[in-house]
């Protein structure tokens, strides 16, 4: 089946520094990605759509300043987040279509637990 | 706008018992998709199953069953003879054609006592 990775899996950093969380799609071509965000009990919140080659859709209430995405290949997307805060410790999943599957089809992460000190 | 409703926040049930987790939906489009993700403590989204709006079909696959009833919105999902490995936080979710979004219900954690 469809693979999807994040790297990295677990990583803690000072506040006020960025960190940048890749997702691959490693067997298949991927136009677009979705990042989500999950706090400790809670549901997953869609951020934004990652779409390669052009700028990322963000939700509503997410700042883009703040989560910077890039999908500069059909197999990469990145999800920086700069200056970050406490407040910004969560569970950040990804997901990718594929390019040649159903429309609805999403292939999850493992999902990059971010901890900030 | 497209919702689900899942709830129950959580359940716990021995170890052999049956269990349902119940998922309510909201939707305007009349074509849909909905979905039964499993998180387990690791955090990986196991995907269960898909259903499109027109398939009302119930489904058993071993010892998971769903039941989709349109006329409820509803997409119940039952696992019988539970088992301690069946411990997990159960997302059900939706997607509307056209849309590629997936939204979450707030999810059901499920613990099954030994």
């Known amino acids: 089946g469809a693979v999807v990775s994040q790297h990295p899996s677990r990583v803690i950093c000072k506040s006020g520094t960025s960190v940048k969380i890749e997702c691959r799609s490693l067997?298949?071509?991927?136009?677009?990605m979705f990042w989500y965000r999950q706090f400790p009990k809670k549901s997953l919140m869609l951020m934004a759509t990652s779409n390669e080659g052009s700028k990322a859709t963000y939700e509503q209430g997410v700042e883009k300043d703040k989560f910077l995405i890039n999908h500069a290949s059909l197999t990469l997307s990145t999800l920086t987040v700069t200056s970050a805060h406490p407040e910004d410790s969560s569970f950040y999943i990804c997901?990718?279509?594929?390019?040649?599957?159903?429309?609805?089809?999403?292939?999850f992460g493992p999902g990059t637990r971010l901890t900030v000190t | 706008a497209q919702k689900v409703t899942q709830a129950q926040t959580e359940i716990s049930v021995v170890e052999k018992e049956d269990v349902t987790l119940d998922c309510v939906y909201e939707?305007?489009?009349?074509?849909?998709?909905l979905f039964w993700y499993k998180q387990p403590p690791s955090g990986e989204l196991v995907f269960l199953i898909r259903r499109n709006s027109f398939d009302e079909q119930n489904e058993i696959s071993g010892r998971y069953s769903w039941n989709f009833q349109k006329s409820t919105s509803s997409f119940n999902f039952t696992i019988t003879a539970s088992q301690v490995v069946d411990s997990a936080v159960y997302f059900c979710a939706l997607s509307e054609k056209g849309n590629e979004k997936l939204t979450f219900g707030t999810g059901t954690r499920l613990t099954i006592i030994p």
């Open positions: 997901s990718a279509r594929d390019l040649g599957g159903l429309m609805y089809e999403q292939y």
């Open positions: 067997d298949f071509q991927a136009t677009t």
């Open positions: 939707t305007r489009d009349t074509t849909y998709y």
